[in-house]
């Protein structure tokens, strides 16, 4: 685990130069006049547009990371200007692994999304990249979406002391650290290993792929859970995912002769009013296939949520369990209008098959027999 971890605290790579763009809110660079220009950059794009559009602010951190970067970033969130889930934009290919940690601890209390991106200013290249002490704070994100485009998020691929420590007693310290930090933020810290042990390059650039694959990006979902208890008339099985947007529940209860389905899309009271109003029909998907297709009616608000529910035919059962998605929508007749959700299935399985071998021995139906699939 310390060589391993030790990998993980290599944190250096390439410079690359960082600049701003765009109309600038407010911009902040150190904490005092006449500090060093190696700092981390805070630019926070609020304006009436921006928050129209995306209705969180826009903030960008750009630059070295240096070791009092996370005391300005608290005060700012402290003083409302960076407000919980705010939407962060990281390019920053240099600075102090301790900083990119605490910063990482204040995006997750702050339940920030975590983004690369950079400002904009015209004639310049837009490519973020984030490397070291700025993956790490990356980490911190509740929801974190994967690079995409020519942006860039990289580890160091050879494992080596981090040079701000002096002795082994303090490199098991920094590395210690770092694994606590990545279980703390839900990230396996064997699943980097792989990716920087077999790879010859300096720094490893990690793809849009392997990032989600790993659990080190979410694209603005946490973990899809499943579970099953037993019912008054049969069982019942919770399928269940939270996201920037809201909560997502669909429910399936078997009972002799019967399944019905239940989605859930808990977005708020007034969200939920404005989906159904709009919505001149509700169904549900699988494999997204469009299925159990009801009109206005089929869709109501209870809450802060918008519901649906359906009968769903026994026998048929087994589609769901081995579909590669099942989501809930509501949309108007043509879909350019919709909202609504959907589940990938394949983390679940595993429960999705006990819950149907269950639903046989606690309801059998005659329409089939010994399915076990």
Known sequence: MFWCALLLTACLGPTFETHARGVETHTLKGSSRGQSADQLSIQIDSDRLTLSVTDVPQVYLYGVIDADAPQRVAALMKSGKIPNGSDIYLNSSSGNL????????????????????????????????????????????????????????????????????????????????????????????SALTPMLTTSHDAVVWLTADQMISSGLANNGRLPLTAKYQPSATGLYLVLD?????????????CKRGLVTLTAINQVGAARAKDIVARGARSYFEINRQETLTQPRDGASVANDSVTMTRPYPPARLEYIIFAQSVGAWVGDSN???????????????????????????????????????
């Open 98 to 189: 301790s900083a990119g940690l605490a910063l990482g601890r204040l995006f997750r209390a702050g339940s920030m999304v975590t983004h690369l991106g950079k400002p904009r200013r015209k004639g310049e290249i837009n490519t973020a990249v984030c490397v070291g002490a700025c993956t790490y704070a990356y980490f911190g994100g509740l929801y974190r979406w994967a690079a995409t485009g020519s942006d860039r998020i990289g580890l160091s691929s050879y494992h080596t002391m981090d040079p701000a420590v002096s002795g082994i007693g303090q490199a098991q310290q920094t590395s210690d650290e770092v694994v606590s930090y990545l279980k703390d933020m839900g990230i396996n810290p």
């Open 241 to 253: 995912q939270v996201d920037r947007h809201g909560e997502h529940r669909m429910t399936i209860e």
């Open 335 to 373: 879909n350019a209008f919709r909202n609504g959700f959907t589940f990938y299935l394949e983390p679940v399985r595993s429960t999705l098959k006990d819950y149907y071998n269950a639903c046989w021995q606690a309801a059998p139906w005659p329409t089939k027999q010994n399915p076990n699939p």
